[in-house]
């Protein structure tokens, strides 16, 4: 599945929205659960300008963000690609592999 950049519905119904900045960093591991778990998603790059306004609307004032359904921002990028990769399958439901991936 390719990433789609214009954020339309995955075969769900479910849109996905990652904001982070225009490089790797913490965004780079959600980034790469959506790829590898084959799920679209948006991936907004805020720019470095752009940032001390869109911060204001963040949990934390901090990025990366992830919008589902264009509900509210949910922060953490150890959290996001958790998310993800369970919503993907990627992530063990054994708690011991878990553990492990943690």
Same mark, same amino acid.
């Given at each position: ?8 519905? @995955?075969?769900? *119904?479910?849109?996905?929205? !990652? ?10 591991? =959600?980034? $790469? #659960? ?23 609307? @963040?949990?934390? *004032?901090?990025?990366?963000? !992830? ?10 990028? =150890?959290? $996001? #690609? ?21």
């Amino acid at each position: 599945s390719q990433v789609n950049m214009s954020g339309e519905k @995955t075969e769900e *119904g479910t849109t996905y929205k !990652l904001s982070y900045f225009p490089f790797e960093g913490r965004g780079e591991r =959600v980034r $790469l #659960a959506f790829v590898l778990g084959g799920i679209d998603f948006d991936d907004h790059h805020v720019q470095f300008k752009d940032f001390p306004e869109f911060r204001k609307a @963040t949990p934390y *004032g901090s990025l990366p963000v !992830l919008q589902v359904d264009g509900g509210r921002m949910i922060a953490g990028s =150890v959290a $996001l #690609a958790k998310y993800i990769g369970r919503k993907a399958g990627l992530y063990p439901t054994d708690p011991e592999a878990a553990l492990a991936v943690d």
